[in-house]
């Protein structure tokens, strides 16, 4: 599908990370979370709330100090729904070292005639 292309970037933390020195797996759903949204909410140009995790699968741990990088993508749209594929990649600060860490689906909603607050 076509439409505004959205990427989210950050890198983590010690405070992201668990006592493997690895991205704890609620961090990287947040993550993961957030860009759904900016997806939806882009597309849309509505308020979005998320309905659902459809699938979220986790290929490689992501290293503390790591960026990160967040490619949500629409990939169906229904009259109020819309599903958004999100891939996580991490990469290497020092190195540049690029491995898809994860992929998940998100549902989100958009809200019949809800105001943005900011």
Known sequence: MSGPVSRLIDIVFPTDANHHGTLFGGEALAMMGKAAFVAGARHSRKVVVMAASQRVDF???VAGGDLVELIPK???TGERSMTVEVE???EGLLTGTRRR???GEFVMVALKDAPCQA
């Open 59 to 61: 290929a490689v741990p």
């Open 74 to 76: 629409v990939t169906r």
């Open 88 to 90: 996580f990649w991490a």
């Open 101 to 103: 860490s994860a992929v």
